[in-house]
């Protein structure tokens, strides 16, 4: 049984803020792992980049979404311990 993740294994976004309800599979079907942000059918919508890289990446987005910068470093700090970025 696929495991449930309340947070995207890559951004580490809520996945019930994901409009799309999540990533897609090659075969269609829903990521339970990942949001549509980062993953679309099979694949990760940004690669060659690092767990860094995908941290500045959030606090940017979130500093566009009127987040406060202080807050949105706050959140992004556990990007860096998601699935996606674990060796
Ligand atoms: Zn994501």
């Known amino acids: 049984?696929?495991?449930i993740?309340?947070?995207?294994?890559?951004?580490?976004?809520p996945m019930k803020r994901?409009?799309?309800?999540?990533?897609t599979n090659s075969?269609?079907?829903?990521?339970?792992?990942?949001c549509s942000h980062c993953f679309q059918d099979g694949a990760f919508t940004r690669t060659n980049i690092?767990?860094?890289?995908?941290?500045a990446f959030c606090i940017e987005k979130m500093v566009e979404?009127?987040?406060?910068?202080?807050?949105?470093r706050f959140f992004a700090r556990?990007?860096?311990?998601?699935e996606r970025w674990k060796n």
Do not use: N, W
């Open 1 to 3: 049984m696929e495991k």
């Open 5 to 13: 993740y309340k947070h995207c294994q890559s951004c580490g976004m």
């Open 18 to 23: 994901d409009e799309l309800g999540g990533g």
């Open 27 to 34: 075969d269609g079907s829903k990521s339970l792992m990942y």
């Open 50 to 55: 690092t767990a860094q890289q995908m941290q």
């Open 65 to 72: 979404m009127k987040i406060p910068r202080l807050f949105a």
């Open 78 to 82: 556990t990007v860096p311990h998601l």
